[in-house]
């Protein structure tokens, strides 16, 4: 069963970092896996799935080639969630993390159940971004 997890989060990052399977479609594919949340560390390049039961997948991410900005800037943090919502052209995965990282985030945490994502700065400021209805 493990492998199998595994290769549904495989899967699910391969899509999102090479452009080939949008947000609802990788949210959709790890829950019906029965994932519940997950989390992207931009400073360790680390994405971890997590299970109901505290299991958990831990994958390597692409390097942001950056550091995260000192300051959080939840005003840029939210323009680039807007153009990944609305897939301006020219939109890229790492295009946004290059740009969330830019804005001071350090990483987030998307919670499937509480249908939203938490950004979260160097010193902890957040920015929560509810799941559009």
Do not use: N, W
């Amino acid at each position: 069963m493990q492998d199998q997890l595994k290769s549904v989060a495989e899967a699910c990052l391969a899509g999102a970092e090479g452009d080939t399977m949008p947000f609802p479609a990788i949210v959709g594919a790890l829950m019906q896996a029965g994932f519940e949340s997950y989390a992207i560390d931009f400073r360790r390049a680390a994405a971890t799935y997590y299970l109901p039961g505290g299991e958990s997948v831990q994958l390597a991410t692409h390097v942001v080639a950056a550091e995260v900005a000192p300051v959080f800037d939840a005003g840029a943090m939210q323009a680039a969630i807007r153009e990944a919502q609305q897939q301006v052209p020219g939109y890229t995965y790492k295009g946004f993390c290059r740009k969330a990282v830019a804005a001071g985030c350090a990483g987030y945490v998307v919670s499937f159940s509480g249908r939203r994502a938490l950004y979260i700065g160097r010193t902890a400021e957040t920015h929560v971004e509810h799941f559009p209805s």
